[in-house]
């Protein structure tokens, strides 16, 4: 079965940054397109990034361009997302996820097939 498995969330105050990492575990992630997406309390759960399986196609949520950064190390079987000049409004569980295919096919959640737990993110002074 795939599993991701996130980390690197906490808190922060607001304009600071944090990088949150996936690992794929028991199977390389280097064949799928990764998305990252956030879920805070009481909304649904949106597409924030994703990455094709090369590293070289990037798309962005517009709430998130120009803050965030998604990169990919398939050597070490990681994609990490970059999260600068962070708002409030960013606060919620970050999950990672593998696409059905090695292009990102969207940002939306019922393309991708496996999905971590979760790190929660919280933005506040």
């Known amino acids: 079965q795939l599993q991701l498995v996130e980390s690197g969330g906490g808190l922060v105050q607001p304009g600071g940054s944090l990088r949150l990492s996936c690992v794929g575990s028991g199977f390389t992630l280097d064949y799928y397109a990764i998305g990252w997406f956030r879920q805070a309390p009481g909304k649904e759960r949106g597409g924030v990034s994703c990455?094709?399986?090369?590293?070289?196609?990037?798309a962005y949520a517009d709430s998130v361009k120009g803050r965030f950064t998604i990169s990919r190390d398939n050597a070490k079987n990681m994609v990490y997302l970059q999260m600068n000049r962070l708002k409030p409004e960013d606060t919620a569980v970050y999950y990672c996820?593998?696409?059905?295919?090695?292009?990102?096919?969207?940002?939306?959640?019922?393309?991708?097939?496996?999905w971590g737990q979760g790190t929660q993110v919280t933005v506040s002074s």
């Open positions: 996820a593998a696409d059905r295919n090695y292009y990102c096919s969207g940002l939306t959640p019922s393309i991708y097939r496996a």
């Open positions: 990455i094709n399986s090369s590293g070289g196609y990037t």
